[in-house]
Each structure stands twice: as C-alpha cells, then as structure tokens.
C-alpha cells in the first residue's frame, strides 16, 4: 500500500524542547525556521510554550515564523497580501512534506524517526562547525592583534637594515588576513614592500608596492612608493599597464618636486607604450627647475617626431631645450647632450640640411660611445652633399682601429662609389674587395646559424658565449657587434642582470621569507625565462635583418661592378679621342695620405690614429675623369 500510495513521508515531529535546543546550539534563525517549515503542521503552541521560548533565548524572529504557520493556538494566521516576503530568504533544508492521509503504519513510524534522527545529527553537525568557525576566528584575531603589535618593532628592524627580519614580520601579520584597507594592513603592507626593495628583491617588492599606490595619493606612503616605483621601472622593466590607473589620482597638494617627479614618470610610462599624446600631456608639465627637464624635453621632441604627431619644428625646439638644459645641469648631462646632437643631426639629414646635420655631427665627443655612430653618419651627409673628399677621409676614419669591429657594410659600398665617381676604378674595386672579404665570405656561418638555430634561449646563449672569455660563438664578431649596437636588445639584457641578481639575493634569504619568498622566487624565474626568451627573439632578428642586409648590399655591389666596367670602357673611350690628356697627379696607390683638421699636415693611412684627431680626415685625391 504504501508504495502505490506515493513517495515515503519526509515529514518528522517537533517540539518546542528541540527549538530550544537548536537555539543553545547557536543554529542560524533560518535554520531553526528551516526545520520548523520541514517538520509540517505537527506544532501546536500554548501561549505559555511561547513564553518559555522567548525566555530559553529563541529569538523573535522565529516565534514571528510560528505565528505565521499558524503554530499558536488562540492565533489566527496572518493573511499575507500578494507577493509579501517574496524578498525574504528562502529556508534551509527541504520542502515540508504532505501530512499522512490516515494513521501510521510501522514502516512510516520508523522512517519518520529515522528521518528526525538524520536531521537532529545535521542540526548538531551545523552547530558544531559555526562554534569552529567562531573559534578559529577568535583565535585568528587574536593572533592578529598580537602581531598588530609587533608592526612598530618590524618598521624599526626595517630602518636599521635588517630588511629580512622585518618582512618576516610584516608577512606574519598579513597571513592572518587582516582587514585589505585597514591603516595596519596598509604599514604592513608597505613595510614589506620597502623590507623586499631595500634588499634587492625588486620583483617580490612589486605587488605590495602597487597595493599601496593603488591604495590612493592621500596616504602617508604615497610618494615614497612611487619613489620606489620609478627605480622599479628602470632596473628591471617594471611597468604593468594598471600603472594607467595613477593617473585618476590628484596630486596637486604635494610639492612642485614630487609633482614634477609624477609628471616624467607617467609621460614616460605612455611614451614607452606609444601613446605619444598622452606622453606629451605629462612631459610638457615638467618645470625647467626639476631634474629630469633634460630628460622630458628630449622625450617630448621624439614623441613629436611620431608620424601621429609629426610637429618637426617642435621637435627641434624640444632638442634645443634638452641641449641648453644638460649643458646647465650640475655637473652637466653628458646623455642627454649626446642623445640631443645626434637627434637634430638626423632631423636635419632627413630634411636635406647636410651642412647643419654635420655641424651637429661634430658636437659628438670623440671619447662617446656615440661617436662612431656619429663619424658614419657624417660619411652619408659628406657623400649625400658630393664632398668626396670629406667623404672619402671620414671612410677612411671608420676603418681605423678605433672602428674596427662595428658593422658598417654599406661604408665600403660608399667608398667604392665615391672612388667610380672619380674614375678610380682600382680603388673601387679594392673596396668592394674588401666588403666581399670582410662581410660576404662570412656570410655563410651567418645563414647557416639561422637556418639551423630555432630557439630564442639559443639565440640569447649566442650572445653570453659571445663575450664571454674562454668561449667562442658559431658566427664572427662583426655579427654580435650589430646585435650588441641594438637598443632594445641593451634595455632586455639590463633587466636580465637586474632579475639574476634577484634570484641571487632571494636564494639567499629564502629561509627567511618561508613560503612567500618560494612563491617569489618562482615569479623571479619564470619573469627571467620570459625576459631570455624576449633577448633571443631580439637577437633572432637582428641577425636576420643584418643578412638581408648584406643581401641588398652584395645586389648593390654587382649594380656597381657592372657600372665600373661601363664607365671603364666609356673613359678608354675618351682617352683615345683625347691622346694629349694628361690626369691630374695621385697619391700613391697603398699611401693614402690624409690631412688633420685645417693644419693640412700628412698622416699616412697605415700610421698612427690619434682619436681627437681621426673624425677630421679629408683625401688628397683628385679626379681621374677625362673631360670631353
């Protein structure tokens, strides 16, 4: 009968004992309205059995519920309107079940007790975990307020250097998981920050740091953090773009220092992503008194060159600004002097302007880094204006031991067509020699690197065993030497050392920062992976344009050859028609002489170099050509 009558009764009785009971329990109100609503309509109340509950501690609101069910006698049930308590919460447990039709027979009293029993053990197993619950959190806090009190001990064990013991600190109290905004959890934070910074930890330093900026500009460690940020950015490249997000804070109340410090920093933040609009907002706001004005205006004239903004004229302006301002820096600003001359130089080539290109070229000092860029590119502007005398000692110059291993292919290509223009077919052929001896014979150890090397970390290990003492790389120097010329490649392989020195110094006190610091160091290597395989795409691609490259040069030089032969043939010509022409008298072939500056005193080729001297070669060579 009772499986044709339908499903088992899930219904079991309740009295007000075990209400009070799930009470002392510390069982949830909507749990105790939970059971009431599953044990069906098996409750029925006295006015006195009220007034017990509410003195045994049950709460209003579940006596409320039993007036509503129609639980207390002498109580009409409250008719609710149409979609009253729709909002209310829903009760824990299951639906009440139908009252039995008719009496109980065995099987139905036993699954009705069984079904009771069930449900006391999850009354009681409920309970149970909320008093964990409570006590975990009583003794969380409790910890918490006794590392609270260790903070001021932490930020002094901080100032005094012992960087490792204080981040110990400051990482207890925040494992305790105090509340994310509290003025604890924000000194805890940013002592751990400037602990993990001071030790060299840059990395581990980053995610507290950034909590502690975004926390907002109106707090005590505001502009110390963003201190710390910038030296950050430049040593290991750190700059996530949510650093967008300090732009929406106000620092007009801080000091015209850290305002014009705030200014460089996120002008240079867009100008790296190549939002030059916004890099232009930032960077025209820096004063001329602040230190980094050099800096901001030489900036601010590249991100004008941008074909987005295209304003050469005020690019120009900004170069002048950065010069005058290095040059009236204390101690002056040997960077950004260099940087400004050799940036107008090349506005000025590009436009035509060779004469005031060159005069820029010759700002470069000779003991600069920059100078052999500068004495080449001197060499187009002296061949582009048809000064091939000039042209022809400024080769010369870059081909002397100073310059010796720099990739300069197309400099031979130049001289040979200098040396066709003046008729001097040996010579012309001799310097495209030497572009085929020095760069086309290697070229082939080039290609076949490429062709058979895949991997960025092998490409990055090229570059180590490059110039590391003791190693040789599978490709000649002259090849490394382009990548090592290549900026991007300087600012990645910077960030490596800056992330190995890391690892050095977190492998060092990783005892100390227990699981924090494991977590970190992982960060460290994983970010030191990314930033190898970052370096060896770089050089991948360096390489590869230097072998397309040498491809178009080597097309060049047949286009010359083959000139040569014409022109060769066009002036025998000529000299039969013109028997009685006597060419101009020559250095000797092997003898080059060369002058020094306006003294015009001989220095012969194969001879001495003086390097304040060498930029300021000119030929003796006249042309060959025979007139018509």
């Not at 052999?372 to 582009?384: H, I, L, N, P, T």
């Not at 910077?494 to 100390?512: G, Q, T």
């Not at 025998?572 to 020094?596: F, I, K, S």
Request: hydrophobic share 40%; charged share 25%; with cysteine.
């Amino acid at each position: 009968m009772t499986l044709v009558s339908g499903p088992a009764v899930t219904a079991f009785a309740l009295d007000k004992n075990q209400i009070v009971q799930m009470t002392r329990l510390g069982l949830d109100d909507r749990a105790i309205m939970g059971a009431i609503d599953s044990a069906g309509e098996g409750i029925s109340l006295t006015s006195e059995d009220v007034e017990e509950l509410r003195n045994q501690g049950v709460s209003d609101q579940v006596i409320e519920h039993l007036r509503r069910r129609g639980m207390i006698q002498g109580e009409e049930t409250p008719v609710e309107e149409e979609g009253a308590g729709q909002e209310e919460e829903g009760p824990i447990g299951p639906a009440p079940a139908p009252a039995p039709a008719g009496g109980e027979d065995d099987w139905e009293r036993e699954e009705r007790e069984r079904l009771e029993a069930e449900r006391q053990a999850e009354i009681e197993r409920r309970a149970n975990e909320l008093n964990e619950q409570r006590e975990a959190e009583a003794e969380r806090q409790a910890k918490l307020e006794r590392a609270a009190g260790q903070l001021p001990r932490a930020a002094q064990q901080v100032r005094d250097g012992n960087n490792m013991a204080g981040a110990r600190m400051y990482l207890e109290f925040l494992s305790y998981g105090p509340e994310e905004g509290s003025e604890n959890w924000y000194e805890a934070t940013f002592g751990l920050a400037k602990a993990l910074y001071q030790q060299g930890i840059l990395s581990g330093a980053s995610t507290p740091l950034l909590e502690v900026l975004m926390a907002g500009a109106d707090k005590p460690h505001f502009v110390e953090g963003f201190r710390m940020l910038g030296e950050l950015s430049r040593r290991i490249g750190y700059k996530p773009p949510i650093l967008e997000e300090l732009t929406r804070f106000y620092v007009g109340d801080k000091n015209e220092k850290f305002q014009a410090e705030f200014n460089y920093y996120m002008g240079k933040f867009f100008y790296d992503y190549n939002r030059m609009d916004l890099a232009l907002e930032y960077l025209d706001q820096v004063p001329a008194s602040a230190k980094d004005y050099p800096e901001s205006r030489y900036l601010a004239g590249v991100a004008r060159l941008d074909p987005a903004v295209n304003d050469i004229p005020g690019a120009l302006r900004n170069f002048e600004a950065a010069i005058l301002a290095a040059e009236a820096a204390p101690g002056g600003n040997e960077d950004i002097l260099e940087m400004g001359y050799l940036a107008l130089a090349r506005v000025f080539f590009e436009v035509g302007f060779f004469d005031v290109a060159l005069f820029y070229y010759q700002k470069l000092p000779s003991q600069s880094s920059r100078h052999a860029d500068a004495v080449f590119e001197s060499a187009w502007s002296y061949f582009m204006k048809n000064d091939f005398k000039r042209a022809l000692g400024t080769f010369h110059t870059l081909q002397s031991p100073y310059y010796s291993q720099r990739y300069y292919p197309d400099l031979y290509i130049l001289e040979s067509t200098v040396y066709l223009n003046l008729c001097m077919f040996p010579k012309s052929q001799r310097a495209l020699g030497e572009f085929r001896a020095r760069y086309l014979d290697q070229r082939p150890l080039l290609q076949s690197y490429l062709e058979n090397t895949f991997e960025p970390e092998a490409y990055w290990q090229l570059m180590e065993d490059a110039y590391t003492p003791g190693k040789s790389a599978p490709i000649p120097e002259l090849f490394t030497n382009a990548v090592l010329e290549s900026l991007p490649f300087y600012n990645v392989h910077r960030v490596v050392r800056s992330l190995e020195a890391e690892r050095n110094a977190l492998k060092a006190n990783i005892s100390a920062l227990g699981e924090f610091g494991q977590q970190v160091l992982e960060r460290v290597e994983e970010q030191l992976e990314l930033k190898i395989q970052e370096g060896g795409i770089i050089v991948q691609q360096r390489l590869t344009a230097v072998d397309q490259e040498l491809e178009n040069w080597e097309l060049r030089s047949l286009q010359i050859e083959f000139d040569i032969d014409s022109e060769e043939r066009q002036q025998l010509q000529q000299r039969l028609q013109n028997p009685d022409y006597e060419a101009p008298e020559v250095a000797e072939a092997g003898t080059t002489l060369m002058v020094v500056a306006d003294d015009w005193q001989p220095w012969p080729f194969e001879g001495e170099y003086w390097l304040d001297e060498v930029a300021s070669f000119r030929s003796q060579m006249r042309t060959e050509c025979i007139e018509q």
